[in-house]
T-cell receptor, first 113, second 109 residues
Framework: DVKVTQSSRYLVKRTGEKVFLECVQD?????MFWYRQDPGLGLRLIYF???????EKGDIPEGYSVSREKKERFSLILESASTNQTSMYLC????????????FGQGTRLTVV | RKEVEQDPGPFNVPEGATVAFNCTYS??????FFWYRQDCRKEPKLLMS???SGNEDGRFTAQLNRASQYISLLIRDSKLSDSATYLC??????????FGKGTRLHILP
């Protein structure tokens, strides 16, 4: 079975802190994604990566950065956390190309106080 | 126009009834299409892919209309366990996977 693992289920951080959300997949997938999910707004793509050290901005990259130093790991970084970044963060991975399923991690619920 | 649009619902449907959802997408170059299911407080999981010729998986039928740029999901003989949020998903040529906001379905006993 494909496994996508996010490092934390719940996190509470203070405004201004630097926050790292880690995601690891074990299926040698080329593509990895970070989404945030908020009530009424659905899943919104923050960043995605189609190869090691490659990244593309999604729809809402402001306030976030990413790192992909190894194929299996994709990190989301909040340089200076703000209360409007309180959300559920979901990592996903997939093989490249069309007709490929995305597999999700269990999500990290981040609260910024 | 949003990339992927769905009616948010909720759809409140009696058990045993048939229910259908539609979803429209804006990028005519979109390559592949899916329906995902998300239960409360859980991550989304693939329900089924959507093929041009239409496809069926048990009580679920998916259709794609490329000319009108919409996809549909039909659930027959609905069960209580079908209650969930159904997400329309589109893969674009740049490998971006775009989700609709989801349609909430409540099956009523």
């Amino acid at each position: 079975d494909v496994k996508v693992t996010q490092s934390s289920r719940y996190l509470v951080k203070r405004t201004g802190e630097k926050v790292f959300l880690e995601c690891v997949q074990d299926m040698d997938h080329e593509n990895m994604f970070w989404y945030r999910q908020d009530p009424g707004l659905g899943l919104r793509l923050i960043y995605f990566s189609y190869d090691v050290k490659m990244k593309e901005k999604g729809d809402i990259p402001e306030g976030y950065s990413v790192s992909r130093e190894k194929k299996e790991r994709f990190s989301l970084i909040l340089e200076s956390a703000s209360t409007n970044q309180t959300s559920m963060y979901l990592c996903a991975s997939s093989y490249g190309g069309a007709d490929t399923e995305a597999f999700f991690g269990q999500g990290t619920r981040l609260t910024v106080v | 126009r949003k990339e992927v649009e769905q009616d948010p619902g909720p759809f409140n449907v009696p058990e045993g009834a048939t229910v259908a959802f539609n979803c429209t997408y804006s990028n005519s170059a979109s390559q592949s299409f899916f329906w995902y299911r998300q239960d409360c407080r859980k991550e989304p999981k693939l329900l089924m892919s959507v093929y041009s010729s239409g496809n069926e998986d048990g009580r679920f039928t998916a259709q794609l209309n490329r000319a009108s740029q919409y996809i549909s999901l039909l659930i027959r003989d609905s069960k209580l366990s079908d209650s969930a949020t159904y997400l329309c998903v589109v893969n674009n040529p740049d490998d971006k996977i775009i989700f609709g906001k989801g349609t909430r379905l409540h099956i009523l006993p």
